[in-house]
């Protein structure tokens, strides 16, 4: 279950910053990141961001990656997109959502339904260029009425 920005309680630490899509190469698939600046190390730390679909209001807990004496090393904090580049985290997640969007036209029907799993039923669009067909509205209802 996401955690809301709004859930953490006074004296959590929360960094936040900007979104970036890292794109795939060779040896890795593409990624989100997010860079938060740091208030004691006066630096920023790099952390992978999220899962589909990506949310922009949403905290996730982090290991710290500060540098030793800083307050937040042992017990780390929580990240988050910066409201104040709304528009660029926004586009960034849409780059990332794209890139996984072409994956699932790419595998077969197996992977693409772990994928959507998180993001309730497949659109008929995905369900039809894998082959399969979408299910009928009405279909739990079948054979109950006239
Ligand atoms: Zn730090």
């Not at 709004?6 to 794109?23: E, N, S, T, W, Y």
């Not at 030793?68 to 104040?84: E, H, K, N, T, V």
Request: with cysteine.
């Amino acid at each position: 279950m996401p955690l809301r920005r709004r859930a953490l309680k006074p004296g959590q630490a929360l960094l936040v910053g900007r979104l970036d899509f890292a794109p795939a190469t060779r040896t890795r698939d593409a990624e989100l990141r997010l860079s938060v600046w740091c208030p004691y190390c006066r630096r920023e730390h790099e952390h992978g961001w999220g899962d589909p679909p990506f949310r922009l209001d949403v905290v996730e807990h982090r290991t710290a990656h500060c540098s030793p004496g800083s307050p937040l090393a042992r017990d780390g904090y929580f990240i988050g997109a910066d409201p104040s580049h709304e528009e660029h985290n926004r586009d960034q997640a849409k780059k990332m959502k794209a890139w996984l969007a072409k994956q699932l036209t790419q595998q077969g029907p197996h992977e693409a339904c772990i994928a959507v799993v998180n993001e309730g039923p497949p659109s008929a669009a995905l369900l039809s260029s894998l082959g399969l067909e979408p299910a009928e509205p009405n279909a739990s209802r079948e054979g109950g009425e006239p």
